[in-house]
């Protein structure tokens, strides 16, 4: 065991900020404009406290659940989130790694540094593929089912392959991140395009990231309802829409068959001054009223702020940026010390609280400001 391994996700994070070069950990780090929002996605789990209850029997903790019917020891899972290389050599392998030895899933990111298949042949796990909807429908096609056919070539469809598609609708354009644009943010292209697209690597003219310009060239602002039926029509995986924020988007998603919702600002690089999205879950939680799972990203620093989501109604939780923090200070073994620590965490809560199960954890055990109000 190393000497002073960090304690909590808030050192890794002064780790990683010493680990990387300035550009790539304000890439990781930043938010969209005023950054509103990422304060807040964290902030606002500080406003939400919990009601303990004592003198329950708690010398055993379940934290197990399942997803899409898959099983998982805990409600912990990992976000999508672009360039891992820029963190650690290994990539998304060692975050993939780092996942399933938490018997955990991975979404791995359309943008990722790795290939598919080799993060798929890396180490057995369930994994879900993240999606965004190229303007090029044919690269966005082709990669989901790259993705999807792993599963039925390789014979273990217990292990390889990736289960579900994530398809992110919180992108139409990209959110001015103003940190990439002031950094003139380059990142390397996705291998997973090779011979499908190119991208000239000149620095543009016209100043601002090169991610900014090539988001303006890939991404479709037509984007919309009608390209969730298109992904239906080519794949038989099950989607799930991550950036939802509202009811009625809510509703719309259940009535289009997502197979579950994902209540994402995308970590606060959007849309500023979108709501945080532990404050938006309820909202959604209570239109999709269980006819599928409801997760929620953003701002989970803390196994409290896990306990917090579940007692909201979440199904699970992705965590990004703190997973991306333990690559960067210490590759695959920090990726895989953030979750066991979140894991670690939530199971103190839990016993704290008096759950003994994640169904034992209700609504009754927080307090939310909007409580305090009424
Ligand atoms: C992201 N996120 C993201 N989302 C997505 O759908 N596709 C992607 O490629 C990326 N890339 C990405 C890169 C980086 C560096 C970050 C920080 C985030 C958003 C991500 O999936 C998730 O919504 C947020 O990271 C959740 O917030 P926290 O946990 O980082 O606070």
Known sequence: MEDNLPVNVREYQELAKKALPKMHYDYINGGAEDEYTLRENIAAYGRILLRPRVLIDVSKIDMSTTLLGYNMPSPIIVAPTGSHKLANPEGEVATARAAAACKTIMVLSFSSNCKIEEVASSCDAIRFYQLYVYKRRDVSATLVRRAESLGFKARRAESLGFKAIVLTVDTPVLGRREADIRNRMVFPLSPNFEGLMSFDDEPGTEGGSKMERFARETLDPSLSWKDVEWLKSITSLPILLKGIVTAEDARKAV?????????????????????PTIAALEEVVKAVAGVVPVMVDGGVRRGTDVFKALALGAKAVMVGRPVFYGLAARGEAGARHVIEMLNKELEVAMALCGCRSVAEVTRRHVVTEGDRIR
Request: hydrophobic share 45%.
């Open 255 to 275: 009535d289009a068959g997502a197979a579950g919702v994902i209540v994402s600002n995308h970590g606060a690089r959007q849309l500023d001054y979108a709501p």
